[in-house]
């Protein structure tokens, strides 16, 4: 009887086991369930980041060759790694000819090989290289680029290459050049006279000071010629305003002829009156200038039926030099050649007259 409870007992004791151990097996399995869901969920969203990767890798392929700027990628070897088809185009290489080729002997600009090269200035913390580059072709055409360069660098931040974009500004450049002559002639027409292309009054008095302080400085002469067509009333009521106005061009580009000098400068200083500058040039040397302009007009031959010194248009023609002093201003040089061609009329027009200073 003894042995009968015995057995029963382990009976009971192995039952137990054999749950215990089934429950563990649940357990088991259950966890097992869990480590397979985890595991399906990171292959799954490995695949899915993979998918992305390879999304992102096609986007920036199509943006990379689509663009209709330049881009290459260089190691810090200066190869080129990548390239697009607009590169491609500028430097007239194919693909492969150009992936491991160094980028200077692609592209060669002024840049390369020295401190300004975008490589060395990323290299020395730079984030960011833009400037100017041209293009030489072998026919001698060049051809404008803005360089913008950026470095490519590794997960440890380290730089591994750059890279760098090219835009074509040739158009830029030519309005550029459009803008800047239009600008240049807007302001010569700041300073010309319009009928007669010589300098305007406003140029004459701009350069009348500028001269008198560069005299006073050098301490210099500087003379004044003020000439005066002579009766050009007359001449107009007679031919007419359109060939008075020839008139006036036509003794305009004879005095500014007889100018040799750089510095010297004519200008219409109103109707039918010039002014004509002549920085360090004596009186004496004024005055024979002043004849030859006046004897230049002669020679031109314009009829003048009207005149009453001559058959043909004439100057009068007054003359004023001094070396400029601190206490005196340009105007009172021009109110002495004012007073000087008073008296070439007066005395019978056609003609020089020479004015002193302290007259």
Not at 6 to 27: G, M, P, S, W
Not at 132 to 151: C, N, S, V, W, Y
Not at 235 to 260: M, S
Request: aromatic fraction near 6%.
């Amino acid at each position: 009887m003894k042995e009968l409870e015995n057995e029963l007992v382990e009976l009971q004791n192995t039952q137990k086991a054999l749950i215990d151990y089934e429950n563990k097996l649940d357990n088991a399995h259950q966890e097992l369930d869990a480590v397979n869901r985890s595991f399906e969920t990171v292959i799954e969203r490995s695949n899915q980041m993979a998918v992305e990767v390879e999304i992102s890798a096609i986007e920036l392929n199509q943006i990379f060759n689509t663009s209709a700027d330049g881009m290459w990628v260089i190691d810090k070897q200066f190869n080129v790694q990548r390239i697009n088809e607009a590169m491609l185009n500028f430097i007239d290489r194919g693909k492969d000819t150009a992936v491991g080729m160094k980028c200077y002997d692609l592209f060669s600009g002024s840049i390369c090989r020295t401190s300004d090269c975008p490589m060395n200035r990323l290299q020395d913390e730079e984030n960011r290289v833009e400037c100017d580059i041209e293009k030489k072709h072998e026919d001698g055409r060049k051809i404008p680029f803005i360089l913008t360069a950026t470095p490519f660098r590794g997960l440890d931040g380290g730089l591994i290459g750059i890279v760098e974009g090219f835009k074509d500004i040739t158009e830029r450049k030519k309005v550029e050049a459009a803008l800047h002559k239009a600008n240049h002639e807007l302001k010569r027409m700041a300073i010309i006279d319009v009928l007669t292309q010589v300098a305007n009054r406003r140029r004459f008095d701009e350069c009348l000071h500028t001269e008198w302080k560069r005299m006073r400085r050098e301490k210099t002469p500087l003379s004044l010629i003020m000439c005066d067509v002579d009766f050009f009333k007359l001449y107009n009521d007679n031919y007419g305003h359109q060939e008075g106005d020839n008139c006036l061009r036509a003794v305009a580009q004879a005095i500014d002829e007889c100018l040799k000098r750089p510095a010297d400068m004519v200008a219409r200083y109103g109707g039918e009156e010039f002014g004509i500058i002549l920085p360090n040039t004596h009186a004496d040397g004024a005055y024979h200038v002043a004849e030859i302009i006046r004897k230049a007009v002669a020679g031109l031959k314009i009829p003048h039926a009207k005149s009453k010194v001559d058959d043909y248009v004439s100057l009068s023609m007054g003359v004023s030099c001094v070396i400029p002093s601190p206490g005196a201003v340009p105007e009172t040089l021009v109110g002495i050649a004012d007073k000087a061609l008073y008296l070439a009329k007066k005395q019978g027009r056609n003609q020089v007259v020479l004015r002193s200073f302290d007259n």
